[in-house]
Each structure stands twice: as structure tokens, then as C-alpha cells.
């Protein structure tokens, strides 16, 4: 016990249960006594005492069984602090009945804001505009991805040089995006416009319309989208062993039979993937729609995100909002894992 | 490694600690220095704030007061300002705030009731006596036109017409105009003062040339376009301007001055109001087509008229500076100021002029210091100062205050000034209540699908009218 005591009160930077003590007595008083600008350092500065400790004791003792855990360690923390805390901590509140801008407390509600959602008709409506634009944009970026992909597979006069160009897209930031987009479709100044006009006379007003806008988004949306599809097609395209091909070609096989037989299992599992991600993306599609028309005419275009978006830093529903997004975020999760479930299916029969 | 000692550690926290607690005591009793932090909108108004502050601003208490604006690009600015607020950071003290955020922001606990500086201070009671009354309803009542004060005015802003006079005086245009519509084509500020929304029609229809065709006297190497008011679809902007139509017809908003008893439905969506709208709606085809897109917010027109493409817009005040600048307008020399369009329903009747007031009033904090609170406010009464007050005018801003917009030198300050005043009884504000953006949004929405021609006036009245009497009835605010 003796013995015990005397390793506890030890100063040593492995004794992480004195650090722990110490923290423990630290950050109460110091929340307690000093500004909280001031304890907000002091308590950071405790925990990361408490860790350093440990993570020495465990370097000295246990480095070869810890050292995976220790690396992963700072990752973990900023994922923790960063994205899960605040996920779980938004969870809860989804429980209660809460107003980010109101003084009252929270009060708890049950599942009645998940009621409230579900049975809402505008999430519905927004839903069924999110849909529409998911399978639109999708298709639209598989097919032009999967078709660029086919083209770049072949090695033609200044192939990389427009390999990059065809990428371009997808390095620009959304808001660039948007802004570029925006005044391509305006109908005083933008290039759609204008050339319409030289072959038509007349402008043309391409936002007015719902088709229109939902085309004009579509459209963004895959110009920036398509080229990373073909770039994960490409990547499975260029991975098939040439001396197949030489095979085939000696088998005097039809080029159909000899993409399904050669070339398609190779980008089949790669084509699955752009699939989901594209997928999931465009589920959450926000910038592009709030940039080109706000959701408009009227809320025709407005997707799911920026209706969520809307009732939490508009009208500060913050029950509703987030209600709404641990429902949007579950669907994610079940389109993710129905996806990964497929693809392992294939992968198996292959 | 392992073998270092912890002394070092805890020494050095504890100095930590030490002098954490120490620097919140040990400060001079005299000429303290005070940082003022403001959330403002990025735009001339307060960037020429900031810089007559840093100018001229003396704080009578001693203290070294420096105002730290921080400059926020307006399409972020709710919610920037939102997201600050309700995150708990406490970062500012003070806020430009719109006037229909203050109900949302107040019920929040974040801006801050000046009534008992108001009571104790004569020289606060005379700004507020000397500010016009439907500014100070606009921008310092909680809830709106009651004595609870919470805001002084930054920027009080209005809605003003910019007109081209290279176009408008031109002969040849003159005659042709004459020769078609049997009236004389206004060319001066007081001639176009007059100027009614069938004018404005005419206007539209008159101006509106293709490419190739004349525009006095000069080809026209691209489409030209008569008219513009903002009619677009994201935050207010087709609100201000269907308010407009509104309340000059007659109709009215839900009236929260009257609440439990008021009503959205037969109001919202009453005959004379389904009848504004579709006046409104039928100017649309005499603007640049961007207006059937919900895309003519007040940056779209502003930048149509700046790139040369309008003979008469309805705008804000606060774009006027940057339409004057050859830095960043094709019109600097060739733009002229008159009051907005108004109704008139008869030859022998008065023209109707009610608008929707525009500008910002700025708040305090609920979390500043006492003494923050007092720098705060006397920085405000020298803000409101007449002094002060002139040098905003001429730098671009706009006084309320009726010491300083009576005075006879006033309108020689910048060419709109002479705009302002007679414009300023005309004004009325929408909601302050804290579900605002909700009622708001549902017009927007609403709106935009007449706009674009989805579905006719009554509808989108119908909706909104059904809409805001749920809401409202949910929020407990009617019965």
C-alpha cells in the first residue's frame, strides 16, 4: 500500500493517475473561480496533461501492443471532438423542445418532432424534388463519366494534356461553381442567352421555367460530377490485362461480347462505387440549387438540404431541423450499406 | 524522458492561472483602452462609419474607445450574424441588425433593452424625439410600435428611383415620347418626382429596344430595357416590392401591432390585395427577362443599371455610392435620383406613396459590461450627433433625424438626399416578430411562382394567407 501511495505521488510523466487527480481537482476550480475565456485554456490544458501522461506510459510500457491505437489517437480526438460529439450532443436534441435563438430551455418531447417531420407534407414534396434531381444527375453523370472514360482509354495525340482539362470541373469550389453557372444561364448577359439569340433571335430564359431550372441544375451538377466517374472507370479500364484483349482478339470476338466479357468485370465493382458516392452526394445536394435559384420558381428545385438548412438557421426550428436531419443522415447510412451489401454480393459471384 | 518532472508543468500552469485571474484585475483606473466589436454588413454605409470613427471619434469618458468592425458581405450576413449569436461566443458587442430580425434576435436574449439609458439620459431622449417617428417604430421598437426600444439607426435607407437623364432629356425622345403617350417624358428631379406606376409602365414599354435600334441619338450595340424593381426570390426581395404595391392600393400584411386579433387570411389574400399583385406582375414584361427567373434581387438590378442596360430603376439608397463611382458604374455621369413610383388612382387624387423602409438600425449586446454599455451608448449619441450625422450624408449615408434632413443645406449634399425626406412619412416596416423568416420565406416562395408565371396571383396569395394563419396560430400569436 506503502509502496503504492509513494509511486502515486511520484512526478513522473507516466504517473497518468496523478495527472487524472490533479486534472480532476484543476478544471472544477478553475470553471469555477477564473473567466471563461481563462478556465477554457487551463481545462485544455489539464486534459492534454492527462493525456500526454498516458500516452508516455504507454509508449514506455506497452509500445509494440499500443502503438497502432497511439497513431490513430490524435485522428480519433479531432473526429471525436469535431464531428461526433456534436453529432451525438444533436441527437439529443432532436428529443427535445428546443429553439436555437429562444432563452426558454429545453424541454423534452419524445419522438414528437420525428412525427412532426414524417408527417409533414413539405419534407415530402422536398424529398420528391431531391429524388428526381438524385436519379437526373446520376444517370447523367454515369453515362457522360462512363462514356469519357471509354474515350480516354485509348491513347490518342494529346491525350493528357485534355485529361486534364476534362478534370478541371471538379478541382473548382462550389461557390465558383455557382457564380459561373449563374451568369451563364442569365438571360441579359450569359453565353446560353446570347448564342440562342444569334441563332433564334430571341432570348432565352432558361431559369423561368421548373423543367428549366431543373435542367439547369442537372446539368452544373454533372459538368462538375461526370469526370470523376470516368476517372474511377478510367482507373478499372486501364487495369485490365492487355493480353486478354489479345485473346479475344484472336478468338474473333464481337467488341459487345468483348466488354461484357473483359472489359465490365474490371469497372463493374469501380462502377458500383461512383454509383454510391454520386449517389449519396447528390442526396445531399446544396450549393449548386441554393447558388443557381435559391429552390426556385417557387420551391420546385428546392431539395431536402436546403429545406433542412432553412429550418435550422431561418426559422431556427432546431428541434425540427434536427429531427430531419438524423432522418436524412439514417437514409444515407441504409443506402451506403445496401450498396456496400451489393457490391460484396458481385465480388463474390465474380 | 519519462524521468521529467512535473514541477515544471504545474509551475507553469499555475502562472497560467495566475496571470489569467491578475490581468482581469490589475488594470489603470484612467484612459482604459475599449474595443468596441460590431458585426456589420460589408458596404459604403459602414466602412464609412468606420472610417469617420477612426477619424474623429473622441469617447467623453477618457477611455481610448476604438470601434473593430467586422466587415460581413451581405448575402451571408444573417447568417453569420445568426450563427454568432446563438453559438454563445459573445463575440460582439454591438450589431447592425435589420429591423425584422430584431424580434428573433431579442426573444433570443442577444440584443440588449436601452430604456432605462434612455430614461436616464436627456440627451438620448432628444435623439429620440428628433428621429422621424416611422424610423424610430422601424428600427428601435420590440414588439413594432410599442415603447420598448432596442436599436438606434445606422443606415436609414429607402427606396428611391435611379433614372438615366442622358436618356430621359434626350430631345428626340422627348418628342417621340410626346408623340405616343400625350405627356411630357420627365427629365428633371422634380418632373420625374411625379412619376406614377403607370408611367412607370410607359417608361417600360417606351425604353425597351433591341439591338441595333437608337437610344438617343446613339446605336445600341445590345439590348436596352426601360424598367426594374427587385422582384427575385431569395431573402426579401420581391416582398419589398409586393409590400409596396400593397399598401399603396390599400391592402395590408398581417398587422402583429394588432395581435391576438388580427388575421393573415382575408387580409393576406383580400380582393384589394390579389389586385396589387397583379398590377405588379404586370410590369414584369417590360424589365430584362432576368425577372421572370426569381434572379432581379437588388444586386441583379443594380448591376443592370450600372452596366448600362436600364433607363429607370427602383433601388435602395444604399447602392447609389457605387452607381456614381466610374470605378464600378458605365453610367457614373449619367445617373439622376427622384422619389420611387406611387399610385395614383385618380387625376384629381393625391399620389400614394407607402413603401417598404429599408436600412439598419445597430443594437447592443445583452452580454456586454456596464462600461461597455456606456462606451456603446456614447459612441451612438455621437453617431447621432448633428456633426456627425451631416458627414455620413455627405459621404453617402442618410440622416433620420429631423434637425439635420430640415436643414436647408441637406439636399446639397448628394444628389438623392432630396429624395429622402419627403419619402420618409411613406414608410412602414414588415413584422418584427421572431417567426418572421417563416412568414417571409412562404411569400418568397409564393411570390416567386407567380413571378415565373407557375400559377396566378390568387393562388400564391391563397397559400400564403392559409400559411401565415397556421403558423401564427401554432407560434400563439393570433387566436
Redesign the interface.
Known amino acids: 500500500m506503502s509502496v503504492r501511495s509513494s509511486e502515486f505521488f511520484t512526478?513522473?510523466?507516466?504517473?497518468w493517475p496523478?495527472?487524472l487527480a490533479?486534472a480532476v481537482v484543476?478544471i472544477p476550480l478553475?470553471v469555477a473561480?477564473?473567466?471563461s475565456?481563462?478556465a477554457f485554456?487551463?481545462t485544455g490544458?489539464?486534459v492534454a496533461?492527462v493525456v500526454s501522461t498516458l500516452v508516455?506510459?504507454a509508449a514506455?510500457r506497452h509500445a509494440r501492443r499500443y502503438a497502432g491505437g497511439l497513431l490513430v489517437a490524435p485522428a480519433l480526438a479531432v473526429l471525436f471532438v469535431m464531428n461526433i460529439f456534436p453529432l451525438l450532443w444533436s441527437f439529443g436534441l432532436s428529443f427535445y423542445n428546443y429553439r436555437?435563438?429562444?432563452?426558454a430551455p429545453p424541454t423534452f418531447a419524445g419522438l414528437d418532432y420525428y412525427e412532426r417531420v414524417v408527417s409533414d407534407p413539405t419534407v415530402w414534396d422536398r424529398l420528391h424534388t431531391t429524388a428526381i434531381i438524385v436519379v437526373l444527375t446520376v444517370t447523367a453523370q454515369m453515362v457522360v463519366g462512363f462514356l469519357l472514360a471509354l474515350l480516354f482509354a485509348r491513347e490518342f495525340p494529346l491525350r493528357r494534356y485534355l485529361l486534364i482539362l476534362v478534370l478541371t470541373p471538379m478541382m473548382l469550389s462550389y461557390v465558383a461553381m455557382g457564380a459561373f453557372f449563374?451568369y451563364y444561364y442569365?438571360?441579359?448577359?450569359g453565353l446560353l442567352?446570347q448564342t440562342v439569340l444569334l441563332l433564334t433571335g430571341e432570348?432565352y430564359?432558361?431559369?423561368?421555367?421548373?423543367v428549366g431550372?431543373m435542367a439547369g441544375i442537372v446539368f452544373a451538377d454533372a459538368w462538375m460530377w461526370s469526370p470523376f466517374v470516368m476517372l474511377l472507370v478510367l482507373s478499372g479500364l486501364v487495369s485490365v490485362p492487355k493480353y486478354l484483349y489479345e485473346a479475344a482478339a484472336i478468338d474473333r470476338v464481337s467488341p459487345w461480347r468483348r466488354f461484357w466479357a473483359i472489359t465490365f468485370p474490371y469497372i463493374r465493382s469501380l462502377l458500383l462505387l461512383a454509383l454510391l458516392f454520386r449517389t449519396i452526394e447528390a442526396f445531399k445536394l446544396f450549393d449548386i440549387v441554393f447558388l443557381l435559384?435559391?429552390?426556385?420558381?417557387?420551391?420546385?428545385t428546392e431539395t431536402i438540404a436546403i429545406y433542412v438548412y432553412?429550418i435550422a438557421?431561418?426559422?431556427?426550428r432546431t428541434s425540427d431541423s434536427t429531427a430531419l436531419a438524423y432522418i436524412l443522415l439514417f437514409t444515407v447510412i441504409v443506402l451506403t450499406n445496401l450498396y456496400l451489401y451489393f457490391a460484396r454480393q458481385r465480388a463474390r459471384e465474380t | 524522458m519519462a524521468r521529467t518532472t512535473l514541477p515544471t508543468l504545474a509551475a507553469a500552469s499555475l502562472c497560467a492561472v495566475l496571470a489569467g485571474a491578475a490581468g482581469g484585475l490589475t488594470a489603470p483606473a484612467y484612459g482604459k483602452d475599449i474595443v468596441l466589436r460590431m458585426a456589420v454588413p460589408d458596404w459604403p454605409p459602414t466602412r464609412i462609419m468606420k472610417e469617420l470613427a477612426d477619424k474623429s471619434y473622441k469617447a467623453p469618458s477618457g477611455n481610448k474607445v476604438t470601434l473593430e468592425p467586422d466587415f460581413i458581405p451581405w448575402p451571408d450576413y444573417y447568417t453569420r450574424l445568426a450563427a454568432s449569436l446563438t453559438s454563445g461566443e459573445k463575440k460582439y458587442n454591438m450589431a447592425v441588425s435589420d429591423s425584422q430580425w430584431l424580434g428573433a434576435f431579442i426573444e433570443g436574449g442577444y440584443y440588449l433593452k436601452i430604456n432605462k439609458y434612455v430614461d436616464a439620459d436627456p440627451a438620448l431622449q432628444a435623439v429620440f424625439k428628433d428621429l422621424h417617428p416611422a424610423v424610430r417604430a422601424a428600427y428601435s421598437t420590440y414588439p413594432y410600435k410599442t415603447d420598448n426600444l432596442y436599436g438606434f439607426p445606422q443606415m436609414p435607407d429607402i427606396l428611391v428611383s435611379y433614372y438615366r437623364k442622358d436618356v430621359f432629356c434626350d430631345e428626340t425622345e422627348q418628342k417621340n415620347f410626346m408623340a405616343k403617350y400625350k405627356y411630357k417624358l420627365p427629365c428633371t428631379g422634380e418632373e420625374m418626382d411625379k412619376t406614377t406606376w403607370d408611367m412607370f409602365r410607359d417608361y417600360g414599354e417606351f425604353f425597351m429596344r433591341k439591338k441595333g435600334d437608337t437610344l438617343a441619338g446613339k446605336a445600341l450595340d445590345d439590348d436596352f430595357y426601360g424598367v426594374a424593381f427587385q422582384a427575385g426570390k431569395a431573402y426579401d426581395f420581391s416582398t419589398t416590392t409586393v409590400h409596396q404595391f400593397l399598401w399603396q392600393h390599400g391592402g395590408d400584411i398581417w398587422d402583429e401591432t394588432k395581435a391576438p386579433n388580427s388575421h393573415a387570411v382575408g387580409v393576406v389574400n383580400s380582393p384589394v390585395a390579389v389586385k396589387s399583385f397583379e398590377h405588379m406582375l404586370s410590369l414584369l414584361k417590360y424589365m430584362p427577362p432576368v425577372a421572370k427567373t426569381g434572379g432581379m434581387d437588388v444586386f441583379k438590378t443594380d448591376e443592370l443599371f450600372r452596366e448600362g442596360k436600364l433607363a429607370y430603376n427602383v433601388n435602395w439608397i444604399g447602392f447609389a455610392e457605387t452607381g456614381m463611382s466610374p470605378a464600378t458604374s458605365k453610367v457614373s455621369d449619367k445617373v439622376a435620383f427622384a422619389q420611387a413610383p406611387g399610385l395614383k388612382t385618380d387625376k384629381d387624387k393625391d399620389m400614394v406613396r407607402w413603401s417598404q423602409i429599408g436600412g439598419q438600425p445597430f443594437v447592443l449586446m445583452t452580454w456586454n459590461s456596464e462600461e461597455t454599455n456606456q462606451e456603446a451608448l456614447a459612441f451612438c449619441k455621437w453617431w447621432l450627433s448633428k456633426d456627425t450625422q451631416i458627414a455620413f450624408a455627405k459621404g453617402g449615408g442618410q440622416s433620420a433625424l429631423k434637425s439635420v434632413y430640415t436643414d436647408p443645406q441637406y439636399v446639397t449634399f448628394r444628389p438623392w438626399n432630396r429624395a429622402w425626406a419627403p419619402q420618409l412619412d411613406w414608410q412602414k416596416d414588415f413584422w418584427h416578430v421572431p417567426e418572421f423568416f417563416e412568414l417571409l420565406t412562404e411569400q418568397q416562395e409564393q411570390y416567386d411562382k407567380a413571378i415565373t408565371g407557375q400559377q396566378d396571383a390568387k393562388k400564391s396569395l391563397d397559400t400564403i394567407a392559409n400559411f401565415q394563419e397556421k403558423l401564427l396560430k401554432d407560434a400563439g400569436r393570433i387566436k
Open positions: 512526478l513522473r510523466w507516466s504517473n496523478l495527472a490533479a484543476v478553475a473561480t477564473l473567466p475565456g481563462v485554456w487551463i490544458l489539464a496533461l508516455v506510459r514506455g436555437a435563438n429562444r432563452m449563374r442569365e438571360p441579359t448577359f442567352s432570348r430564359v432558361l431559369l423561368q421555367s421548373t431550372a435559384t435559391e429552390g426556385g420558381p417557387g420551391s420546385s432553412r438557421f431561418q426559422y431556427f
